[in-house]
């Protein structure tokens, strides 16, 4: 007698197989989505290490300013209320689409800091890359080793209990700036972490351990350093490392002290 079709064991073996093969394809794809999203992120921070460079060399090799600050330290707006970040120092150096360069393809929040657009008023950009607040307007020769330094990296406004507005600097609208769990520009003896970084805990208890940390990217954080170079480091650099005398270790690196302040060569304010 003929037979037509499948039986029920060839079926189920054949429902094992796409099953194994997906069981293998989808962590796959997962990983090549997540290298590729890497790489264009790496490749936004070049552009953006282009772009202060360029903005080094006309202004004495001094850094960016994080933002523009009022005397009592928060943050000067702009008409749409707004912060005036370092977005704005370095907009005319960007040869890139704006947009496109300082918005993280692997963003969660698809960039969750809102500032107006340098070169159109009536539009907005959304960023995903926050400034380190002490580097703010250094002069690279002030740095100890500015290829440990990070100086801008993945970053969400807020951060580690998933909320977007602990400390804030302005409502919530602060990824822009890297700072500290203590103290808003430089961290004290008592600070623990980098805030807004783009590293959380995935749940309010437990201690502040690499395993209970997630991050945009599977490897870890994507990093611009004050040398210029771009490189992904693992999601514990959330955590402040000191040694022996106290001293903040790499990579959140501070000016050596000088003994005169240099003249301030900033652009002023728009």
């Known amino acids: 007698m003929n037979r037509y079709g499948l039986t029920q064991l060839e079926k189920l073996a054949i429902g094992v197989a796409v099953v194994a093969v997906l069981a293998i394809l989808i962590p796959l794809y997962r990983q090549l989505v997540d290298i590729k999203r890497t790489a264009d992120c790496l490749s936004n921070l070049k552009d953006i290490a282009t772009a202060i460079n360029l903005y080094l060399l006309d202004y004495g090799n001094t850094l960016p300013l994080a933002y523009y600050a009022n005397p009592d330290g928060s943050p000067q707006t702009d008409a749409a209320g707004r912060p005036l970040t370092w977005v704005l120092c370095i907009s005319s150096y960007m040869k890139r689409d704006l947009q496109r360069a300082l918005k993280c393809p692997a963003d969660p929040t698809g960039g969750s800091t809102v500032i107006t657009h340098p070169r159109d008023s009536s539009k907005t950009l959304t960023l995903s890359y926050g400034f380190y607040a002490p580097l703010s307007a250094v002069r690279l020769e002030d740095l100890p080793n500015p ?38 520009f430089k961290p004290t003896a008592d600070s623990k972490y980098v805030i807004r970084l783009a590293v959380w805990r995935r749940r309010e208890s437990g201690d502040w351990v690499e395993d209970n940390l997630r991050s945009f990217h599977g490897k870890g954080v994507n990093v611009l350093h004050a040398d210029g170079h771009v490189s ?25 002290p000088r003994s005169e302040e240099p003249a301030n060569a900033n652009p002023p304010p728009p």
């Open 147 to 184: 290829g440990l330094s990070v100086l801008i990296a993945d970053s969400l406004a807020g951060g580690q209990l998933g909320s977007l507005n602990p400390n804030p600097l302005l409502n919530g609208n602060d990824g822009f700036a890297l700072t500290f769990d203590d103290a808003r």
């Open 232 to 256: 992904t480091r693992a999601p514990s650099i959330l955590r402040l490392q000191r040694d022996a005398r106290g001293k903040l270790e790499p990579p959140w690196t501070l000016p050596e």
